[in-house]
C-alpha cells in the first residue's frame, strides 16, 4: 500500500525547499476582495539560479497528481484567471525573489473556490546547458544568448493556489475508519467525502480518549484533503508529545477520537470527528 493522501499538497509534488531554493508561503490563498497576494522564492545555493513560474492544472489519478492540459469545467480550474509577475527571473546566492500573484476574474462567475498550481521550473543560462549538437552549430553563426530551456537535469516544485470568489461552503466526512500498516508504519486509511463549492484542506487531530481535549492530543496528520468528492486515503501520523509513540500497538490500545479541522489561518473550524475504539 502507497500513502493517498495531498499532504500539504506538498509531499506528493510541492516541497516548501527543493535542492538549493525554497518557496514561501507552500499554499496560497487568495481572497476575493484581495485578489492578489505574493510568494517569496529564495536562493539557497552558491551560485545564481534561473526560474520561470508557470501556472498549471493536476487532477488526482489513483492517488496521484497528474498535469492536465484541458480541465473540466467541474474542476474549478484558475488558469484562464490567473496572473503573475516575473515569470523569468534569476537569483544570486541568498537572494530573494518576491512573485506576485493576482486574479482576474470573469464577470457573471459562480461563486466557489477555483485552484491551479505555481510550477517552479528551473531554467540553465545558455552557457552552462550541454552543448548543441554539430548539426545545430551549423546552422547558425551567431552566438546563444539569453536562456535556454533545457529542464531535464533538474527538477521542478510546484505549490497549490486557491482563490475563494463569493459564498464558499464545503463540507467533509470520514467514512470508515481504520488502522492499517504501511512501509512499517502506522496509518489511518478512510473515505473522504466532500461536498459544497470548495475544495476541503485541513489536519486530523488524535486525542486520547473520546472527546476534543488538547490535553489530550497526542498525534497528528498535517495538510490532508481532497480534489474530489469521493476518495480513498491512507495517512500516517506523527506524535505530538515525546511519551508517545505512535505504532499499530499503542493506536489501538484504548479509544482515540480523531477530528478533521480546517488550518489555523482559516478558522480551524471540525469538518467532521470519529470514534476510533480500541482493538478487543
Known sequence: MKFRAIWLFVSLLAFSAHA????????????????????TVSNLGAKNEVYEV?????????????AVETPADDERSLLPMIRVSPKRFEMAPGQDQVVRVRVVPPSGLADGEYRCHLAFLPVERAQEAKPASK???????????????NLEARVSLSIPVYFKHGNVQKTASLENPTWEVAEEKPVLSFIMKTGGNGFVYGDLLFYKGDKIDPAQLIARA?????????EKLSVPVIATRPDFKPTLETLTKGNFLVAYRSPDEEGAAVYDTKLLKAKK
Do not use: H, M, W, Y
Request: hydrophobic share 35%.
Open 54 to 66: 508557470v501556472p498549471k492544472f493536476f487532477r488526482l489519478v489513483q492517488g496521484k497528481l497528474e
Open 135 to 149: 548539426n545545430a552549430a551549423a546552422k547558425s553563426d551567431k552566438p546563444t544568448e539569453g536562456f535556454s530551456f
Open 222 to 230: 498535517n495538510g490532508v484533503g481532497s480534489f474530489r468528492g469521493e
Open 20 to 39: 538549493n531554493i525554497r518557496v514561501f508561503p507552500t499554499r496560497v490563498l487568495v481572497e476575493s476582495k484581495a485578489r492578489g497576494t505574493s510568494v
